[in-house]
């Protein structure tokens, strides 16, 4: 009993001081190429983007330097999975002929997964989509936050994380591509100088260009594209501005609001739905009485009462 107790702590040991020490070394050298790849990456392409100082460029930067890390992470685990089976003992031919079977077999069976990942291959060669870009893709909207070759990951205004396959994007409408625009449909009244409400336009466009605040976002002055339409209670002028991508509904959000007030100040009205009240009338053409009753608000009655 002793005997073959020591015969096997020597055969343990013998395997341990051979292959459970390159078992160890396989494993530690694993840890070091992950992290290593990691710093490499990230060096290349921080020096990248410094180099061009760019928010478009950055934007594919950082889409590429997480599918590089994430394909090279799949490549180096690979190899430590086959070194280690490889010093265990286990046949490494077959079982790679068999994993060539079963890929295949796979593959008929994860039709969703090779379309995810073929979509995604595309997806990230032709630079439709980078991490920061505003997207509209498979019925949902928000900021991309990551992309690899099978997933989109989007955060839309609320806070909502959405994970779109890529598989399932069939039309992919970037609002943030190279640069962005914002279409404004402003409305006044019938009665006003179309012309006066296209200067008041371009004179709050100047002012928000030139405010320190907004002009780095702003590219170029505001287009007026000119009276657009007829509506019902207003008439439509049709402008449009040109800013930084993502930087188009701060800037709308601000002129609005400089527009309101300057509409005030002009005495420059903003319609709003007008009702007609009709009561009817009966086959004698006559029409039933309408009561109205008026009344007067006294301001000092309700601060006594």
């Not at 392409?45 to 090279?72: C, G, H, N, W």
């Not at 980078?130 to 070759?149: F, P």
């Not at 009665?191 to 907004?214: A, G, Q, S, T």
């Not at 402008?239 to 005495?267: C, G, H, M, S, Y």
């Amino acid at each position: 009993m002793d005997m073959n107790f020591e015969n096997y702590l020597n055969t343990v040991g013998s395997w341990f001081l051979s292959s459970g020490l390159q078992i160890i070394l396989v494993i530690i050298l694993t840890l070091i190429a992950l992290k290593v790849v990691q710093a490499i990456s990230r060096r290349i392409f921080s020096s990248l983007s410094k180099r061009k100082a760019d928010v478009e460029f950055q934007k594919r930067t950082d889409t590429l330097k997480s599918v590089i890390q994430y394909l090279l992470t799949i490549v180096i685990l690979t190899m430590a999975v086959i070194i280690v089976l490889g010093e265990l003992g286990v046949e490494i031919g077959p079982i790679l002929a068999a994993a060539g079977v079963v890929g295949l077999a796979v593959g008929f069976g994860a039709q969703n997964l090779v379309q995810d990942v073929i979509s995604g291959f595309f997806i990230l060669l032709e630079d439709q989509i980078r991490v920061g870009d505003v997207v509209q893709i498979a019925g949902k909207g928000g900021l991309v936050e990551k992309i690899n070759l099978r997933m989109t990951i989007l955060r839309d205004l609320a806070g909502n994380v959405h994970y779109v396959r890529n598989g399932q994007i069939d039309v992919v409408t970037n609002m943030t591509k190279d640069y962005s625009r914002y279409v404004f449909d402003i409305g006044v009244a019938y009665r006003e100088d179309v012309d006066e409400v296209i200067e008041v336009i371009k004179e709050v466009d100047e002012d928000l260009r030139n405010d320190p605040d907004f002009s780095d976002d702003i590219i170029e002055p505001m287009e007026i594209l000119g009276l657009d339409q007829f509506a019902d209670s207003a008439v439509v002028v049709k402008t449009r501005t040109t800013t930084k991508p993502i930087k188009q509904w701060r800037v709308a959000r601000e002129f609005n609001r400089r527009l309101k007030k300057r509409f005030d100040e002009l005495d420059i009205e903003i319609p709003f739905p007008h009702v007609t009240l009709y009561v009817g009338q009966d086959k004698q053409n006559d029409s039933p009485p309408l009561n109205l009753v008026m009344k007067e608000f006294d301001k000092n009655l309700k601060e006594d009462a």
